[in-house]
Structure formats: C-alpha cells, structure tokens
C-alpha cells in the first residue's frame, strides 16, 4: 500500500535549532475594495477583474511599468490584489504611484458611465519574504502584516468618513516602510503628508504603529497617540517673535469655551452644545476621536460687534 501513497512533503529545519540565509527583502503591495461584500453577487467577478487592470494602469501612467512587468509572487485576493517587487521602488510606489491611481480611480468612477464604483485602500510594507516562484511564494510575517494593515481601523474610518465622489484612495503605510522610504527623504513627499497611526484590527491581536496617506482628502484625518491610541494634546507653537534674550518664544495654544464644550481628547458619546448667550450657529451632533484641519466657519473680525 506504501507505494501508492504519494510522497511527503520536504521537511524543513525547525525555527530556532540552526542558522540560515533570510529569504530576499521585498517590497509588497496589498490593495482591498471597500465594500466588495455590500454588491451583489453578480458583480463581484467583474470587481475582481477590474482590480488588477486598474492598477496595472496606475503603474503605466506612473512610469512604473517595468516594475508592474517584473512583479513577484501575484495574487487575486477576491476583492483585492497583492504582489511583490524591488523594495529600492518604495520611494516611486508611495509617490506619485498613489496619487496616479487616485486619478485613474477618479477617471473610471467618474467618467466610466455604468461601472460599479471602485474605491480602494492600499497597504505598504517591506521585509524579508521568499520568493519560490510557484503560488505557494511570498508567503511569512511581512506578507501576514500587510494584510492586518489593510483591514486597520484607521484606514478603512478614512474611506467611511471622506466623500465616495472624491476619495477614493486610502494608504497606510507600515512603520519600516514609512521610516526607510519616507522618513529618510528618498521619497518626494514631505512626511507632514502622512498621520501616524496605531493600526489595529478588530477581532485580532494586532497593534503596530504605521502611517496613514490620502492622496486626496475630502474629511478629516484621524490622529492618534500611538502609545495608547487615545488623542494627544497639541504641541506648543513656536513664535516667530524673537524674545527678549534672543531665540525664539515657546507658547501653548490654550482653548476657552464658556457656555460650551472643549474636545481635546478621544470622545465617546454624544456631545450637545447650545447657542445661548453665545453669538454663533447652533451645533449638535457626536464628535468621535481626533481630527485636523477646520470643523467650523472661519471668522475674521469680532463677533461680539454688535450687528445693526
């Protein structure tokens, strides 16, 4: 009976009993459709197809093709993509690969009459990873983590909180990737494009810090404190001024709200604020985590004046 049973699969040596050479650094790509599972059945097939092509696009428009050409280890996730590639692309993959595939998603969802609306988060990552050249390659912890990475929290509140018609690209960098590519100046954004992150995934154990990137924001950014994921309080600004032993002045933003609320932290629950006896419009609403840029009108010139 032994000779009909087929042969055992080649045993490798056990972790931590002998040394041996890493398996070659990758860069690797992931990417997820938002809300594959929401369309119906039907049109889940063209989605998966659609995937692939649209990037492939990216790639050609970015100058990039030869790099989509020699692509190690691809696969279709269903509702996603993910490959390998040269890591020294990093830099040209973060930008204006991104930012090209923003413009081809915005061309094809808006100008695509009849398509099924495509928006797509993407991860980034970097790490040993082998490359057998069968399906069963690019398989280990960087290729595990990417994947966390994309299903994070904090990049899948970006695509829920932006505008569908003009968002369609959210990135999240892992913190290796951000640090060698970003941080080190080799790519050709600045690093205040980027927000840090603690990336966790609901249900898992993961919690790694990592770096959010919208190529085209049209909400706010959520920012957390990446030791214990809660909002971190503003940092004093410098003053231009000079002081009057030279140097420059350190001052603390304070906040005053009398009749009202002050957020400076992660809220939960819903806040109420009334307009009496303050000169203003009235807001009421829930208010969740920490956001940047402007939550209200911007107003030149004293409200207090008294209106004729």
């Known amino acids: 009976m032994r000779e009909h049973l087929g042969e055992f699969p080649q045993e490798s040596p056990r972790p931590y009993t002998r040394s041996r050479p890493l398996p070659g650094y990758r860069g690797i790509l992931a990417v997820d459709t938002k809300g594959f599972t929401g369309h119906p059945a039907i049109e889940h097939e063209a989605i998966s197809r659609a995937v692939p092509e649209l990037l492939e696009t990216a790639f050609a428009r970015a100058g990039l093709r030869e790099l989509w ?7 279709s996730t269903g509702d996603g993509y993910v490959f390998g590639f040269d890591p020294a692309l990093m830099p040209f993959v973060i930008h204006p690969l991104l930012l090209t595939l923003q413009d081809v998603l915005t061309d094809f969802n808006v100008l695509s009459h009849g398509a099924v609306p495509i928006r797509l988060r993407v991860s ?3 790490g040993p990873l082998p490359d057998t050249g069968d399906e069963f390659g690019g398989n280990g912890t960087v290729r595990n983590d990417t994947h966390r990475l994309l299903d994070s929290r904090p990049v899948k509140a970006v695509l829920a909180s932006h505008k569908e018609s003009i968002t369609h690209v959210a990135a999240i960098l892992s913190g290796r990737c951000y640090e060698d590519a970003v941080a080190s100046g080799y790519t050709g954004l600045h690093p205040d494009h980027f927000v840090e992150v603690v990336a966790t995934v609901d249900g898992k154990p993961f919690a790694q810090q990592a770096w959010i990137y919208v190529p085209q924001p049209s909400g706010p950014l959520y920012e957390e404190d990446p030791a214990d994921g809660t909002g971190t309080e503003p940092a004093p600004r ?5 002081s009057e032993g030279g140097g420059t ?9 009398p009749n009202g ?3 400076t932290g992660t809220v939960h629950g819903g806040q109420s604020v009334g307009n009496h006896h303050v000169a203003g419009d009235y807001v009421e609403g829930n208010k969740a985590g920490r956001v940047r840029g402007f939550q209200g009108d911007q107003v030149r010139g004293d409200k207090r004046q008294r209106r004729s």
């Open 69 to 75: 050409n020699d692509r190690k280890f691809p696969a």
């Open 124 to 126: 980034l990552h970097v």
């Open 238 to 242: 410098e003053d231009p001024r000079p």
């Open 249 to 257: 002045r350190s001052t603390r933003v304070r906040n005053s709200a």
């Open 261 to 263: 609320n002050i957020n």
